[in-house]
């Protein structure tokens, strides 16, 4: 998986699973994700997965805090099953207003 922070590029599941400790030191417990759109395109081989979401928090001065942002997943069928070959994480942004996220 291709990221924004660091490490840039993280190969295997132990790693992948690594790029989630910052979000989750920055955030509280619970974080909820919720799926707004998707989309998936199959086919014998191939998939792809493209979905807007929206992840809430709620932040260190107790004001609820959204952000909206798109998944793109690609699978691939190895040896009969479907794998994940690449993800891909992208916040929404705003040229005028910045990060699109809402405060509630």
């Known amino acids: 998986m291709f990221d924004v922070p660091q490490p840039f590029l993280s190969k295997g599941l132990e790693a992948y699973e690594k790029t989630w400790d910052l979000f989750f030191a920055c955030s509280s417990d619970p974080t909820a994700f919720d799926i707004t759109t ?25 004001e609820h805090q959204e952000l909206e942002f798109r998944l793109t997943v690609g699978l691939r069928k190895i040896d009969g099953r479907w794998t994940i070959t690449h993800e891909h994480r992208l916040v929404l942004f705003h040229a ?8 509630r």
């Open 38 to 62: 998707m989309a998936v395109t199959a086919g014998k081989e191939v998939a792809f997965i493209v979905a807007t979401m929206r992840c809430a928090d709620t932040a260190a001065n107790s």
């Open 96 to 103: 005028v207003g910045g990060l699109r996220g809402r405060n």
